[in-house]
């Protein structure tokens, strides 16, 4: 089955330091990577995405990379700061059917000190 | 930003009662999506429409219906409402369903049952 793994938070790091958030997957098939965020009292919105083995995504200094071989699709970043304070959810999409649906992480919570 | 509303954003009501919630979109896409998310859970699929009238279940559709009479509004409705689906509630639009297909969320309606 398809099924999506992140570490479990929260995360708290001081300002300008450096950001790991884990991602593995298990999936059938070729599917696409998603890293979405949820700012505080926000829906959700999409951060990067890949769409094949070894693309980058990345978006607002955020970056993560597909890797076939370790099944993982880390989110990175440099140095973070207090507005990168948010929920961060790893996703995968398959085909269903008359759909292709997404499986969804249980979501990382980070906060920033300034 | 994507153009989707919900409504109500709020909302406390009592067990039994039936419950509708709205997603309304300017976007003119084709697939909508109903999601809620609870700490532990992440983000679980309700339902989903692939049309007008079209539409189908995701993972944890028992208690819920939903209709979807043209492109622009997706009703989820709680026939009648209990205390395990309290949450918040999120609708989410995409205009295909290719390989890495973005999806756009709504601010989400928080759902209290009593």
């Known amino acids: 089955g398809n099924s999506v793994t992140q570490m479990e938070g929260p995360v708290t790091l001081s300002e300008e330091a450096f950001l790991t958030i884990n991602c593995t997957y298990t999936?059938?098939?070729?599917?696409?990577l998603f890293w979405y965020v949820q700012y505080p009292g926000e829906g959700l919105q999409l951060l990067l995405k890949?769409?094949?083995a070894d693309d980058k995504g990345s978006n607002k200094g955020f970056e993560a990379t597909y890797r076939k071989e370790t099944t993982s699709f880390h989110l990175e970043k440099g140095s973070v700061q207090v507005s990168d304070s948010a929920v961060y959810f790893c996703?995968?999409?398959?085909?269903?059917?008359?759909?292709?649906?997404?499986?969804w992480g249980l979501g990382t919570s980070l906060a920033v000190n300034p | 930003d994507a153009g989707i509303t919900q409504s109500p954003r709020h909302k406390v009501t009592e067990t039994g009662t039936p419950v509708t919630l709205r997603c309304h979109q300017t976007e003119n896409h084709r697939y909508m999506y109903w999601y809620r998310q609870d700490p532990g859970h992440g983000l679980r699929l309700i339902h989903y429409s692939y049309g007008v009238k079209d539409t189908d279940k995701g993972e944890v559709s028992d208690g819920y219906s939903v209709s979807r009479s043209k492109t622009e509004d997706f009703l989820l409705t709680l026939e009648s409402a209990t205390s395990s689906q309290t949450s918040v509630y999120f609708c989410?639009?995409?205009?295909?369903?290719?390989?890495?297909?973005?999806?756009?969320f709504g601010p989400g309606t928080r759902l209290t049952v009593l």
């Open positions: 890949a769409t094949k």
């Open positions: 996703a995968l999409d398959y085909n269903a059917g008359n759909n292709r649906k997404l499986i």
């Open positions: 999936a059938t098939g070729y599917p696409s």
């Open positions: 989410a639009i995409s205009d295909g369903i290719g390989a890495g297909r973005e999806q756009f």
